[in-house]
């Protein structure tokens, strides 16, 4: 045999071996939710779209690194081309993106597709899918499918997928156009989120009827591997993924991301090879498995926080094993919710909103900032996070009060008093008062009971407990049946609509779980969706966010500060507020 044949024989052999010696990157992390599953027209769990996020790709993603966030190309070719004063939005497909392999294409190649972006945004719209996320559509207004949905429900026929609208249509293979009756300036932002413009194959979904939560087949960075309900989740590197490459830009001040930016770029994407999701719904069992080794990065417990990282610095221990600490504000506003069409707390007469508003100074925020956040929790003075347009550092306001004095002055006023002397207040006609709050099993869950029950008591409110597991209480929220619920709303884009969206009326059962009804919030919801970001557009926003605090349908307490650390292997770890699947733009560095 020649000599270079010889060699090149050797270098193979050697190469093989290689590959074969080195073991796989894997990434262990862990959620403390359960997921329902994996189709993105269906979610609405953080879980779910986090996990979803990494399996479908949608037109635009952010900047992983740029603050505040900035959005740019996925599978798009670039940003959408706007025209029309906002109201018509042309999105170029980048060619070659291929969906990984399922038995509904046949053995052959399936190209990403205009079209897939069509199929996939018009299942929002059918009522057989049920979509939570179907406000996100409806709210911008594309043109003619609000119409086809109708037609749907009122003639009871399967939604009409063939039928084009002006609203969105595929111009040819690879280029489709978007339009609206009216200027949405922020619209492109929905389509930098897979759980809502993520892109399906048709052909995929209708080989699965009924069953699509379990079959998710996508273009994103990885696929389902083995997936045990609420308990654990595998994804394995697709490796049919070939067009994303870590190229971020972060601020020229920001010290850490330009550090990342430096070291990863011009990298593929993703560059771990498998990531481990376990399901850990407890704080102790999460924190314990970080402290040994088990997982790679973790959400710090609120509970061990001021173990981990006391008066916000790193632990000296583990500092002294390499361990890294990143902090963020998150977009997230945790709240109760009043159900607006219950009969004992809803309602817009003057003696429900007093009740709501009395109940919301009673209830002690900074004791729940103090006791069980552990001070990683900004106070709410609105339902508008930090992060988004439209949110105001300056507002202050009862939200944030607690002050019981005058929440008995309120109930006193408007008859709620205790009229048959067993030491508790009764409705103003004389039937009991008892309010019934809707948590999970956790710790958390009742820790925050326990505040809860503390603060009715002080004032002479009984208030019982409904423990239920998260999809049975969401399922439950959506159909109306909850007096109140402890939960919260997480922003999935920047964009302060995202908040005004838990008050408008069409949106009842999705976002807007209170069941809040009022024309004139209405008006100025829809006003200021049709401006660009600006001061106009931030004064109706807050002017908003008064009316909401005027009728009280949501007691928020604060917005979230999430401290994360990872192990000492772990690279390029930043958080980011809108971006679910970090776990793409990570990776590990070998064991020693």
Request: charged share 20%; proline share 9%; net charge positive.
């Amino acid at each position: 045999m020649p000599f270079r044949q010889v060699l090149v024989c050797l270098l193979l052999c050697l190469t093989a071996g290689w590959a074969l010696a080195t073991p796989p990157k894997v990434l262990r992390v862990t959620f403390q939710g359960s997921e329902s599953g994996f189709d993105p027209p269906q979610l609405s769990d953080v879980v779910s779209a986090a996990i979803v996020t990494s399996l479908f790709d949608a037109p635009l993603t952010y900047d992983y690194l740029a603050r505040p966030a900035k959005l740019k190309a996925n599978t798009a070719v670039a940003l959408p081309e706007a025209h029309d004063d906002y109201t018509r939005f042309v999105f170029r497909i980048k060619q070659g993106i291929l969906f990984t392999d399922h038995p509904a294409f046949k053995g052959k190649p399936r190209e990403l597709v205009a079209q897939d972006y069509v199929y996939s945004i018009k299942r929002y719209y059918d009522p057989a899918t049920r979509s939570p996320q179907l406000f996100q559509w409806e709210n911008v207004g594309l043109l003619g499918l609000s119409e086809l949905r109708r037609k749907a429900l009122e003639t009871r026929q399967p939604f009409d997928y063939d039928t084009e609208v002006p609203g969105l249509r595929a111009l040819d293979r690879y280029t489709f156009e978007v339009r609206v009756a009216q200027p949405a300036p922020r619209l492109p932002y929905l389509f930098a989120t897979p759980t809502i413009s993520g892109a399906v194959a048709r052909e995929v979904i209708e080989a699965h009827p009924g069953d699509t939560m379990r079959h998710p087949v996508g273009t994103g960075p990885f696929k389902l591997g083995r997936w045990v309900r609420s308990s654990r989740i595998e994804l394995e590197r697709n490796p049919l993924h070939q067009h994303s490459v870590h190229d971020e830009q972060p601020n020229p001040d920001d010290a850490a991301g330009q550090a990342i930016a430096q070291q990863m770029r011009g990298r593929r994407l993703p560059m771990v090879d498998r990531v481990e999701v376990a399901i850990i719904e407890e704080a102790q069992p999460r924190w314990l498995a970080f402290l040994n080794g088990e997982l790679d990065i973790l959400w710090v417990p609120p509970e061990f926080i001021t173990r981990a990282v006391p008066n916000n610095r790193l632990a000296p221990n583990l500092a002294k094993q390499g361990v890294q600490m990143r902090q963020i504000v998150m977009p997230i506003t945790r709240h109760v919710y009043f159900g607006m069409n219950h009969p004992m707390v809803g309602g817009m007469g003057p003696e429900r909103v007093a009740l709501r508003r009395a109940l919301g100074l009673a209830y002690d925020v900074q004791r729940e900032i103090s006791l069980v956040r552990h001070q990683q929790m900004v106070p709410a003075q609105s339902l508008m996070p930090p992060g988004v347009s439209g949110y105001n550092p300056r507002l202050r306001s009862e939200m944030g009060t607690h002050d019981p004095a005058r929440a008995k002055a309120l109930l006193d006023m408007y008859g709620y008093i205790d009229r048959n002397g067993d030491g508790w207040r009764d409705q103003p006609d004389g039937s009991p008062l008892v309010l019934e709050l809707t948590t999970e099993p956790t710790q958390l869950a009742r820790q925050l009971q326990g505040l809860w029950k503390k603060a009715m008591d002080a004032v002479n409110v009984k208030i019982e407990f409904r423990i239920g597991a998260w999809p049975e209480n969401i399922k439950a929220s959506r159909a109306g049946k909850l007096m109140m619920w402890t939960t919260g709303w997480s922003a999935a884009i920047p964009d302060g609509s995202y908040f005004m969206d838990l008050l408008y009326s069409r949106n009842h059962g999705q976002s807007n779980n209170s069941r809040f009804s009022l024309p004139a919030f209405d008006e100025l919801h829809q006003r200021q969706r049709m401006l660009p970001d600006g001061p106009e557009r931030d004064a109706l926003i807050e002017q908003g966010m008064k009316i909401a605090l005027a009728y009280m349908p949501y007691k928020a307490s604060g917005h979230d500060i999430q401290t994360w650390l990872m192990q000492p292997g772990v690279q390029g770890y930043m958080p980011h507020p809108f971006m679910r699947d970090f776990w793409r733009h990570v990776d590990l560095t070998p064991a020693p």
